[in-house]
C-alpha cells in the first residue's frame, strides 16, 4: 500500500524557519504532482502549494507566497517545503498529498507547526 | 481566487436520512470539483473527482453532480460511518487550488 509520511513539524518563533518533509513509499512518486495543505486547529481545509512531477509548474497560496518555497527530489520519492518568516497564524498541521488529476487521492498523517513566542 | 463556498455550514441529520450539500464557485471551475470527507484526527478521504465519479471503494451511496459553478454532494441512506466533516475543492489547473469551508455533518 503507498504510503505518505510527513516529517520536520515543531515549535517555533514568529519569524523563525522550518523545513518539512514528505517521503513516499512509491516508486511512481515521479509521475504525480504532489501538494502541501494545512489545517489550522478546529479550522477548515487550506490548499497552499503545488508542484509539478518535473518540477516545471508550481503555485502557492497568496498566504504563503514569497515566504514558502515547494521543491522535490525524485531521486528520493520526497517533497519538501521551507517556510521562512513564520507566522503565528501559520500555525497548523501540515499534510502532504498526492494530485492525481482526480483532486488529491493520498495523504500522509500530517506533521504539526507551531509558531509561538 | 476562485471562491468556493459550501451550505449549510452545519446539517443535523438521522440514520437513513438523505442528504444534499451544496457546494458553489464564485467563478466557473467545468467540472473539476472534488469532495472529501474528513473524521476527526484524521487525514481528509477523496470521495468525488470530477464533480461526479466515485472513487473507488467509495460506497455507492455518496453520488455528485453539478458543473460550472453550482454542485452536489448527495448521501443517499445516512450510515454511522459518514457522520464526519465533508469539504469541496475545486481544482482547475488555471487557478490555485481552494477549498469550500466545510459541512459539519452530525447526528440528530
Known amino acids: 500500500e503507498v504510503q505518505l509520511e510527513e516529517s520536520g513539524g515543531g515549535l517555533v518563533k514568529p519569524g523563525g524557519s522550518l523545513r518539512l518533509s514528505c517521503t513516499a513509499s512509491?516508486?511512481?512518486?515521479?509521475?504525480?504532482?504532489f501538494t502541501w495543505v494545512r489545517q489550522a486547529p478546529g479550522k477548515g481545509l487550506e490548499w497552499i502549494s503545488s508542484?509539478?512531477?518535473?518540477?516545471?509548474?508550481?503555485k502557492y497560496a497568496d498566504s504563503v507566497k514569497g515566504r514558502f518555497t515547494i521543491s522535490r527530489d525524485n531521486a528520493k520519492s520526497s517533497l519538501y517545503l521551507q517556510m521562512n518568516s513564520l507566522r503565528v497564524e501559520d500555525t497548523a498541521l501540515y499534510y502532504c498529498?498526492?494530485?492525481?488529476?482526480?483532486?488529491?487521492?493520498?495523504w500522509g498523517r500530517g506533521t504539526l507547526v507551531t509558531v509561538s513566542a | 481566487d476562485i471562491k468556493m463556498t459550501q451550505s449549510p455550514s452545519t446539517l443535523s441529520a438521522s440514520v437513513g436520512d438523505r442528504v444534499t450539500i451544496t457546494c458553489r464557485a464564485s467563478?466557473?471551475?467545468?467540472?473539476?470539483l472534488a469532495w472529501y470527507q474528513q473524521k476527526p484526527g484524521k487525514a481528509p478521504k477523496l470521495l468525488i473527482y470530477?464533480?461526479?465519479n466515485l472513487e473507488s471503494g467509495v460506497p455507492s451511496r455518496f453520488s455528485g453532480s453539478g458543473s460550472g459553478t453550482e454542485f452536489t454532494l448527495t448521501i443517499s441512506s445516512l450510515q454511522p460511518d459518514d457522520f464526519a466533516t465533508y469539504y469541496c475543492?475545486?481544482?482547475?489547473?488555471?487557478?490555485?487550488?481552494?477549498f469550500g469551508q466545510g459541512t459539519k455533518l452530525e447526528i440528530k
Open positions: 498529498a498526492r494530485d492525481s488529476r482526480r483532486g488529491f487521492d493520498l
Open positions: 512509491e516508486s511512481t512518486f515521479n509521475t504525480y504532482t
Open positions: 508542484m509539478t512531477s518535473n518540477s516545471q509548474y508550481i
Open positions: 467563478q466557473s471551475v467545468s467540472s473539476w
Open positions: 470530477q464533480a461526479s
Open positions: 475543492q475545486q481544482y482547475n489547473s488555471y487557478s490555485p487550488y481552494t
